[in-house]
């Protein structure tokens, strides 16, 4: 099994911890007397928000009554981990406020749902469209280009990967494929790419006509995660313009879960939707 991000641990070990006080009914504000803390910052751990060091799991552990030796040592190496620094913590500067919470959790899901109505998905863009993107989204000159490009191609290789590649179904909107990024050739290059993964097993690209007329998810893309420990704890992340959102909470994921039922029911099917981006890469006019 591939090893998890450690803030894929923290997620894992904040539910674990909610389960163990669950299990001896016990308050927040109960576990804050004892932690001699603020019942906030234990809710917070709870919901993965912020980490927890070893020595505080421990306490947690004599409070909780946890005494078999395997569990305890189980618990306190996944606060250990969960400490640990993730991948893109180099290319910090240059990422929105939340979504570095998203990355370091894209890398550990077993599948990802998502709807684009503007561009391509970042995991399944070219370098040179991603430029072109940042080119004329960076109004203020701040982006290192060349660390963007670098995130998006290390976000890229978990559809590749050996061990447990994630599955990916992406619906885009018809739009995508009209709005011309940078050139016609790096709009060419683009689409070519897009036919071109979506010949990987575990990728599903579906494209939903302008004829489907209105669907479930008229307010905007969004990114959908599920883990394989517990595909019912999934997570949505909208992205913003200066920063990102995650909903974790069990009626928003459900409801977007829905929406995306929708779109993907109203859109072509993978076959039809390839047909079309290859026709559109040769230049020929969509059907």
Not at 16 to 43: P, T
Not at 157 to 182: F, K, M, N, S, T
Not at 217 to 236: C, D, H, R
Request: net charge neutral; aromatic share 6%; hydrophobic share 40%.
């Amino acid at each position: 099994m591939r090893n998890a991000s450690p803030l894929a641990q923290r997620r894992r070990l904040a539910q674990e911890l909610r389960v163990l006080r669950g299990q001896r009914s016990i308050s927040l504000d109960e576990v804050a007397k004892e932690m001699e803390c603020d019942a906030s910052w234990l809710s917070r751990v709870e919901r993965a928000e912020r980490g927890i060091r070893p020595k505080d799991v421990k306490h947690l552990l004599d409070f909780y009554e946890v005494t078999e030796t395997d569990r305890r040592q189980e618990l306190l190496e996944l606060s250990r981990r969960a400490g640990a620094r993730d991948w893109w913590h180099r290319f910090r500067k240059n990422l929105k406020p939340r979504f570095e919470v998203y990355l370091g959790l894209e890398a550990d899901a077993s599948m990802i749902r998502t709807y684009e109505t503007q561009m391509v998905p970042g995991i399944l863009q070219t370098p040179s469209y991603t430029a072109a993107i940042i080119d004329e989204m960076d109004v203020e000159g701040a982006v290192d280009v060349d660390e963007i490009i670098g995130i998006r191609y290390a976000r890229q290789e978990i559809l590749r990967r050996e061990d447990q590649p994630v599955h990916l179904v992406a619906v885009l909107d018809e739009a995508v494929l009209h709005r011309q990024v940078g050139d016609a050739k790096i709009m060419r290059e683009q689409l070519r790419r897009l036919v071109e993964l979506g010949k990987l097993p575990n990728v599903v690209i579906q494209v939903l006509p302008f004829q489907a007329g209105a669907h479930a998810a008229m307010n905007g893309a969004f990114y959908m995660l599920e883990f394989p420990e517990s595909p019912e704890l999934g997570l949505v992340y909208l992205e913003q313009a200066t920063s990102g959102v995650v909903l974790q909470s069990e009626p928003e994921v459900r409801r977007y879960s829905l929406m995306f039922g929708n779109i993907a029911g109203k859109a072509l099917s993978p076959k039809s939707s390839a047909a079309m981006i290859a026709a559109m890469a040769k230049g020929e006019p969509s059907a």
